[in-house]
């Protein structure tokens, strides 16, 4: 089953730490077994451009949808057997202790 992990930032969370961040270990670890699908960082939420239709007519407004804190910034499609495999996964790349890892199911049509 694929899952979507959208990689976030989160103020309460420890502090960034380059020495600790070890994404291209994960990366390669997920795509040696097969399991990490694609995957990219997102530009901040400064350039995000949200588009809306309301009563017909195209509504475009600069930056993101919501006013928060946290942000997304970064997705990983993934491969795993289920859940509990996803989470496994999610809780060893590094924005699990940085930030914030939500880990969704793709609901194919």
Same mark, same amino acid.
């Given at each position: =089953?694929?899952? @979507?992990? $959208?990689?976030?930032?989160?103020?309460?969370?420890?502090?960034?730490?380059?020495?600790?961040?070890?994404?291209?270990?994960? @990366?390669?670890?997920?795509?040696?077994?097969?399991?990490?699908?694609?995957?990219?960082?997102?530009?901040?939420?400064?350039? &995000?451009?949200?588009? =809306?239709?309301?009563?017909?007519?195209?509504?475009?407004? &600069?930056?993101? $949808?919501?006013?928060?804190?946290?942000?997304?910034?970064?997705?990983?499609?993934?491969? &795993?057997?289920?859940?509990?495999?996803?989470?496994?996964?999610?809780?060893?790349?590094? =924005? &699990?202790? $940085?930030?914030? @890892?939500? @880990?969704?199911?793709?609901?194919? $049509?």
């Amino acid at each position: =089953m694929q899952y @979507v992990l $959208f990689i976030c930032t989160d103020p309460t969370a420890e502090p960034y730490d380059a020495d600790q961040d070890n994404i291209e270990e994960w @990366v390669g670890e997920l795509q040696k077994t097969g399991k990490r699908l694609d995957g990219n960082r997102l530009r901040p939420i400064d350039d &995000a451009t949200t588009v =809306m239709v309301r009563g017909g007519e195209r509504v475009v407004a &600069a930056g993101p $949808f919501t006013e928060t804190r946290e942000w997304i910034a970064g997705y990983d499609l993934i491969e &795993a057997d289920d859940l509990d495999e996803a989470i496994e996964i999610a809780a060893k790349h590094p =924005m &699990a202790r $940085f930030g914030r @890892v939500e @880990v969704r199911p793709v609901w194919p $049509f």
